[in-house]
């Protein structure tokens, strides 16, 4: 049983996101050894525009804008740890762990090779066009 729950935040955040994806986040809290917050789910045109400009995204045809994307961060000690990864990493192996369970397809931004992005999760394309 897990001591975390997700804050107002993050379920407002959740909000337009695919249920599949949402199913998966809930039960990844459940093994995370983190807490964690979803900073953001579904993205307008002129956000994802916003965040190519700053160079946080690479793309226009993200999968946030059709919400099948999530970015989430893990709290340590209150605060968002962007230094470190392995505490990213250890909340892609509760997403993981949940996907599999759940069997929801979905790729974690931090195993892409040419920019790793550990907030970001996705469900796979293939099974979710």
Known sequence: MSIYTLSQ???KNLEGVDQDLVRVVNLALTFS???FVIIEGVRSL???KELMKEGKSKTLNSRHLTGHAVDIVPLVNDAIPWQNW???E???KAMKKAAYQLNVRINWGGDWVSFRD???YELCREANP
């Open 118 to 120: 550990g907030p970001h």
């Open 33 to 35: 050894e983190y807490d």
């Open 90 to 92: 250890s909340v892609s």
């Open 9 to 11: 935040r993050s379920q």
């Open 46 to 48: 002129a956000r994802q």
């Open 86 to 88: 392995s505490a990213f």
